[in-house]
């Protein structure tokens, strides 16, 4: 009976690599979940004027780190199929195309001459200061729509009646918070989002055509950075645009048998030493120590402003 070959010592490296990279990943994934959530929660709570009052959990933070992932590629796939099917049909002309010009002289040569052209310094001092001005016009377009959702804090507060609408302020959107205007919100996120893909975009056109410079950092740098205030911006805009304000209602009962309020209460955070509760009559928060609670019902989940509705949101668009 032959002995059977040994393994070869490379593949336990490999395995023991793959492992390695496997938990690197899961780490880098959990570490931008987390961090994503937590801009999140924090831009949702400074809209409802409701951070450092309520205690948020690091499973929390991970949560709404997916869900903006999520919403963000549903939202790109939805914009791009149609482009996506376009392009393909674009690449296969195209394939067919140089299949004929590889067959033709003539063709090789244009083909030749557009690749030294492509190549030369000239063109790419030409492509740089076009992708510079794209990024310009981009940067200014992008900061004044993110401003906006950011400006909107503390509207749990907030009498709607005294908002004003302005045209590139925070109260445009606080308006539509208010008055329940899901599809302005949607469209101001969606153009946030494609404006952040297009920012990566010019990043990436930029570190390919400044590839042969020394000063290729130094050039890219102002891409970079706007690259990185869209990844940062985004998720605090989703947190006032996308993030619902839905929390549940509440009936406490305290001893004695007497209830905790008049009227509903919005149950904001609960832990193991107090109730955080939302009076939206009052428009006070309420703290309430666990002990003296006896008894905790929850009949509903609603909207946060649905009782300050304005009677119109037209002049808000």
Not at 182 to 192: I, K, V
Not at 214 to 228: D, K, Q, T
Not at 241 to 260: C, G, K, M
Request: charged fraction near 15%; proline fraction near 6%.
């Amino acid at each position: 009976m032959e002995a059977s070959a040994p393994e070869p010592p490379g593949v336990l490296a490999s395995f023991k690599g793959f492992l390695l990279w496997v938990g690197g990943s899961l780490a880098g994934i959990t570490a931008l979940l987390y961090a994503t959530g937590y801009l999140v929660t924090r831009a949702h709570l400074s809209m409802l004027g409701l951070h450092g009052l309520v205690e948020v959990s690091s499973d929390q933070f991970l949560q709404e780190g997916a869900k903006l992932i999520l919403a963000a590629g549903y939202t790109v796939l939805r914009t791009t199929l149609a482009l996506g099917a376009l392009a393909g049909v674009v690449v296969f002309v195209a394939m067919l195309l140089g299949r004929l010009l590889d067959r033709v002289a003539a063709g090789r040569r244009c083909v030749d001459c557009a690749t030294r052209v492509a190549s030369s310094k000239g063109l790419r001092h030409l492509l740089f200061a076009g992708l510079f001005v794209a990024l310009a016009l981009h940067a200014d377009h992008y900061l004044r729509v993110a401003e906006q959702p950011l400006a909107a804090i503390d509207l749990l507060y907030v009498d709607p009646a005294s908002l004003s609408v302005e045209p590139g302020t925070g109260n445009r959107v606080a308006v539509w918070i208010l008055g329940g205007d899901s599809q302005q919100m949607d469209r101001d996120f969606d153009d946030l989002l494609l404006g952040a893909i297009l920012a990566g975009l010019l990043a990436f056109g930029a570190w390919r055509v400044v590839a042969p410079w020394p000063l290729r950092p130094w050039l890219v740098a102002p891409f970079v950075a706007a690259l990185g205030i869209s990844l940062v911006t985004l998720p605090m805009a989703y947190g006032v645009l996308q993030r619902p304000a839905h929390y549940p209602i509440v009936s406490l009962t305290l001893d004695h048998d007497e209830p905790a309020a008049r009227g509903s209460l919005f149950l904001l955070s609960r832990t193991p030493d107090a109730f955080v509760l939302w009076n939206p009559e009052a428009r006070r928060v309420l703290w309430l120590p666990a002990g003296a609670v006896r008894r905790a019902e929850i009949g509903a989940v609603k909207n946060l402003f649905a009782a300050s509705r304005l009677p119109h949101t037209e002049n808000a668009r």
